[in-house]
């Protein structure tokens, strides 16, 4: 199994690209579906989102909007249990169809903080679709709609996901050896 070395840590390859958009394909499938005549607005959570964002996007077929925001909570390979917001909301989601889009569901800590604040502002639904979820590391309850992976509770690389800031770029999805 090809292994890369990122900083100080050596990963394991995991999800293969096609893996990968396969899960993307079947997940925009179900949203095309549930979300027919309809035009959802789709909320990104940068950074680690951007690449599932752009290609799960890229697969509808239904009229859908999209806008950004950055949250972040981790620092190396831990969450902190704090969530810093540094790029905020610009668009009223009143009577919206809000489907947020997260790279990965660990602790669940950055969309417990945030669900709140966008169900204040009166969407008319919000949905969650995660590329990744570590079911046994959930602390705070979600309930997740789309999901494209349930992976064991162990730090991944690549596809979005950093370590200290590098390994975004890579195609596939990658462990790190422990
Ligand atoms: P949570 O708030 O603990 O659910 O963590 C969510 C955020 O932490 C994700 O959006 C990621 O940015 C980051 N994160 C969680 N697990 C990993 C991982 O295995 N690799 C890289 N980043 C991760
Ligand atoms: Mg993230």
Redesign the pocket.
Known sequence: MPQIKVHDKTFDTFLSELEIHNQIKRIAQEINKDFAGKRPLFIA?L???FMFASDLFKELTIEAEVCFIKL???KG?K?TGQ?VTSIGLDVSLKGRDVIII??????????SEFLPQIENQGPSSIKIATLLH?PE?LIFPLHLDYIGFSVAN????GYG???DGLGRNLKEIFQLVE
């Open positions: 959570i950074n680690g989102s972040a909570s981790y390979i969450s969530v997260e790279d990965i569901v660990d602790t669940g800590k950055t969309l570590k590391a162990k730090f991944l690389l996901l950093d370590y």
